[in-house]
């Protein structure tokens, strides 16, 4: 797409994974293309059901677009699910009000695993990479386009669980009894997952984070064997560069704090943390070799505004001076949230931010 | 009840919480007395409510002592619900099948906290007391007694959100918008559980845990100004020494990996580690000031004996030779585990752990 593309006009996010200088702190939400916004309830309410609004790439990308139609953010994440992979191998996604997801076809055991096929990306998923494109177009270089995925383990969870669960009972059974068997699913569910990030990226995709929804539920070893093993295997086959820009890749294993040196091994170019662990600790920690991305909690923004500006002040004083933080939730933004509270927190971003960056 | 106390027979617990050597590494299983037992199955549907059981002490000892009959285990826990004291406040527990307890009478805003009264322990919870004076009587002196409370702000959070939550969001916009109403609420539940804890000890309970369920989904300033503080005031107000022995003081936050340093500075004798902080790591980080007790996942017991006694080797390397260390999961034991498979574990500790004391 290179003779046709639009120069990027905000490349505030690019910058900050770079750990480059940028006058202010780049800005984006986990899941800020969601139900707490009442445009997005009515383009959902239109789309049928949840799946028939991933499918569709115009609609994809109308709700793409946005918060960022409402906000001064400086990120478009793609509109999509993290359980898209595993639909795309025939375990029948579908969402079950207040339940979540479900599969109609959960991997229970060994047999289950051996008969999977791996995905056909180009046929399967090109609903998403079509909608990659789409946004690209729509975008005009106004902001940089995340693409993403579920972790393997993540995915995996799901696949075997057939939807959330708690205690992973079913997940950890067969990772303890038969980590052969559970193998055999990451690599596969590992290679199906590059595959995919890189046709997103190939699309337009402009930087891509990994979602390990789950991987904090795990012990440090069966972590490591089991979830970041499979996530620097897909770091390792990522295009790490397309129209002549490096695509940074972020990780974000939520409740994975004690791991952050172990996660900045990955390969990756930025670790996304939630609100438990401290910026200023995780800066000491890994800042001299990854950037960091997060980390108010999503409940904050159930306050009023005078609490979530001075949580974000909070926020932004424990990274303190200086390049490569990327301000964002520490998880997705809940449903409940009035958009107005949203609003306040990107604005006191945008306010309190410089302050940080005046050596810079 | 000092005249009549039957001399202890198993201390390894008292010893290890006190990081004096023993011969091998006690064991014990948060909610060893559940709904694994089938023996625990039968006296619930006798007793009617999960509250009856609660309140009958007769009952309560009679499922503390189940899982002592089956296994060698170096410890009884109080059979009770972390929830009495809200209880004994007027909020009107009950447990709704499959959605955990229930409050009537959540406190939702200021106005509900102000007129909360602070319970009367000797009235309204003597039948905890009466508990462990029977339970006491019962034992022995086979083993010692555990008693145990959940944390203030993990009392707090199933008084505001009225149950069980997964964000928290109203427990959190309290503490982010009325602070000071949540310092009310949480002062005075501090009070009432010092108070319950002291007189556990003074029925019988020879060591105290308390549960910090929900501490973890705080942020880390969060963390130490709304659930440690309130522990560390917890334990600051308890009696230490009770028929000539040291009342040992467990601290368990769950998810509080990243804040061990901070959780030994409580005053507490023991941390209780989650499955997802290694033991090792944690010895070398507060193993000189404090015992640790743990962390087995608990999701191995839904492995084969084969796997839990590899994931029991595992655990007990990592916490490594010499004192200070009591074997347990990483928390509670669930319903679905074959009573076959916690035996394994047990066994396993026994077989496995007197190498790595062998020098003491």
């Given at each position: 797409?290179?003779?046709?593309?639009?120069?990027?006009?905000?490349?505030l996010?690019?910058?900050?994974?770079?750990?480059?200088p940028v006058p202010r702190t780049p800005v984006?939400?986990?899941?800020?293309?969601?139900?707490?916004?009442?445009?997005?309830?009515?383009?959902?309410?239109?789309?049928?059901?949840?799946?028939?609004?991933?499918?569709?790439?115009?609609?994809?990308?109308?709700?793409?677009?946005?918060?960022?139609?409402?906000?001064?953010?400086?990120?478009?994440?793609?509109?999509?699910?993290?359980?898209?992979?595993?639909?795309?191998?025939?375990?029948?996604?579908?969402?079950?009000?207040?339940?979540?997801?479900?599969?109609?076809?959960?991997?229970?055991?060994?047999?289950?695993?051996?008969?999977?096929?791996?995905?056909?990306?180009?046929?399967?998923?090109?609903?998403?990479?079509?909608?990659?494109?789409?946004?690209?177009?729509?975008?005009?270089?106004?902001?940089?386009?995340?693409?993403?995925?579920?972790?393997?383990?993540?995915?995996?969870?799901?696949?075997?669980?057939?939807?959330?669960?708690?205690?992973?009972?079913?997940?950890?059974?067969?990772?303890?009894?038969?980590?052969?068997?559970?193998?055999?699913?990451?690599?596969?569910?590992?290679?199906?997952?590059?595959?995919?990030?890189?046709?997103?990226?190939?699309?337009?995709?402009?930087?891509?984070?990994?979602?390990?929804?789950?991987?904090?539920?795990?012990?440090?070893?069966?972590?490591?064997?089991?979830?970041?093993?499979?996530?620097?295997?897909?770091?390792?086959?990522?295009?790490?560069?397309?129209?002549?820009?490096?695509?940074?890749?972020?990780?974000?294993?939520?409740?994975?704090?004690?791991?952050?040196?172990?996660?900045?091994?990955?390969?990756?170019?930025?670790?996304?943390?939630?609100?438990?662990?401290?910026?200023?600790?995780?800066?000491?920690?890994?800042?001299?070799?990854?950037?960091?991305?997060?980390?108010?909690?999503?409940?904050?923004?159930?306050?009023?505004?005078?609490?979530?500006?001075?949580?974000?002040?909070?926020?932004l004083?424990?990274?303190?001076s200086g390049?490569?933080h990327?301000f964002?939730?520490?998880?997705?933004?809940?449903?409940?949230?009035?958009?107005?509270?949203?609003?306040?927190?990107?604005?006191a971003v945008h306010e309190l931010s410089p302050q940080w960056h005046e050596s810079s």
């Open positions: 797409m290179s003779a046709a593309t639009p120069v990027l006009q905000n490349d996010l690019l910058r900050a994974l770079a750990r480059e984006w939400m986990m899941r800020q293309a969601g139900r707490y916004l009442p445009e997005y309830r009515a383009t959902r309410e239109r789309a049928g059901s949840f799946m028939d609004l991933c499918r569709s790439s115009e609609l994809a990308c109308e709700v793409t677009m946005q918060p960022l139609a409402r906000y001064p953010l400086d990120a478009a994440i793609l509109f999509s699910d993290i359980l898209t992979i595993p639909d795309a191998m025939g375990l029948g996604l579908h969402f079950v009000e207040g339940e979540g997801p479900k599969f109609e076809r959960p991997v229970r055991d060994s047999s289950a695993i051996r008969a999977l096929r791996p995905p056909d990306i180009a046929r399967d998923l090109g609903y998403v990479t079509d909608a990659v494109r789409v946004i690209r177009r729509e975008l005009q270089g106004r902001v940089p386009l995340i693409g993403f995925t579920g972790s393997p383990w993540t995915l995996a969870t799901y696949m075997i669980e057939g939807g959330s669960s708690r205690d992973f009972a079913r997940a950890k059974a067969l990772v303890y009894d038969d980590p052969a068997a559970a193998h055999h699913l990451l690599d596969m569910v590992a290679t199906a997952v590059t595959q995919y990030l890189n046709a997103q990226i190939e699309a337009g995709a402009q930087a891509v984070q990994i979602f390990d929804t789950w991987g904090g539920a795990l012990s440090t070893p069966a972590y490591q064997a089991f979830s970041l093993h499979y996530m620097t295997r897909v770091i390792e086959g990522l295009i790490r560069e397309h129209d002549q820009r490096r695509v940074p890749v972020t990780v974000f294993t939520k409740g994975g704090g004690q791991w952050l040196e172990l996660m900045a091994d990955s390969g990756c170019d930025a670790l996304g943390l939630d609100w438990t662990t401290e910026l200023g600790d995780a800066r000491a920690r890994v800042g001299h070799r990854v950037a960091l991305q997060g980390n108010l909690d999503p409940a904050v923004l159930n306050a009023g505004p005078a609490a979530i500006r001075s949580e974000v002040e909070r926020v004083a424990s990274f303190g390049a490569g990327i964002n939730l520490g998880h997705g933004i809940t449903p409940g949230v009035p958009p107005e509270h949203a609003g306040a927190m990107i604005e």
